[in-house]
């Protein structure tokens, strides 16, 4: 059972690049989370699904976009990497369909810096 | 205004001593609140949740006064492993409860 997982752990681009960040949970959640830490900040919300096919916008969702085919996979992309991306990317999941249980469980992260 | 204030310490405290952290959160809907760790580098991970009649697991402790919209951390007979940042959530409580609302941290540190 390895919970939640992310890759890249590390990744380091040029501005306008892109990359896509895949997130796999195994505990068979409903819901999945993208969020951002940046130094001296809380974690931020970035785009978020409450289940398989659904996706929605967070609290910082501009110039990012995610894809939910599978109910285990949440994935991040950045279509053209500016500095200001430079963060550190954590997925989450949370929930089952026969519970109310809202405690999240996060990934290892993923470190990206744009330059 | 901040959803959850939190003190960002940082807090330095010496092995065995007591410390408490606050919080406060502005939803009056939110009906599910947390305390998550965070070690330096690494993830956040859930500590514990925090019940309405108050709650303990072993060395730790945290309450809720709902009425004040606050919510408590007891830490007692610090240990070095204790340091880290120690986040305060609380659920959205309205049609998304689901979702989670994130204090900045509280920086602790444990010295010998």
């Known amino acids: 059972n390895a919970g939640v997982t992310q890759t890249p752990k590390f990744r380091v681009l040029k501005t306008g690049q892109s990359m896509t960040l895949l997130c796999a949970q195994d505990m068979n959640h409903e819901y999945m989370y993208w969020y951002r830490q940046d130094p001296g900040m809380g974690l931020r919300l970035i785009h978020y699904?409450?289940?398989?096919?659904?996706?929605a916008k967070g609290e910082v969702p501009d110039g990012y976009n995610v894809s939910r085919l599978k109910k285990q996979n949440f994935l991040l992309g950045l279509e053209s990497a500016a500095p200001s991306q430079t963060s550190v990317y954590f997925c989450?999941?949370?929930?089952?369909?026969?519970?109310?249980?809202?405690?999240?469980?996060f990934g290892p992260g993923t470190r990206l810096t744009v330059t | 205004r901040k959803e959850v204030e939190q003190d960002p310490g940082p807090f330095n405290v010496p092995e065995g001593a007591t410390v408490a952290f606050n919080c406060t959160y502005s939803n009056s809907a939110s009906q599910s609140f947390f305390w998550y760790r965070q070690d330096c580098r690494k993830e956040p991970k859930l500590l514990m949740s925090v019940y309405s009649s108050g709650n303990e697991d072993g060395r730790f402790t945290a309450q809720l006064n709902r009425a004040s919209q606050y919510i408590s951390l007891l830490i007692r007979d610090s240990k070095l492993s204790d340091s880290a940042t120690y986040l305060c959530v609380v659920n959205n409580g309205m049609d998304s409860s689901y979702k989670l609302i994130f204090g900045s941290g509280t920086r602790l540190l444990v010295r010998p």
């Open positions: 699904s409450v289940g398989e096919g659904t996706t």
């Open positions: 989450a999941s949370s929930g089952t369909v026969d519970s109310f249980r809202y405690e999240q469980y």
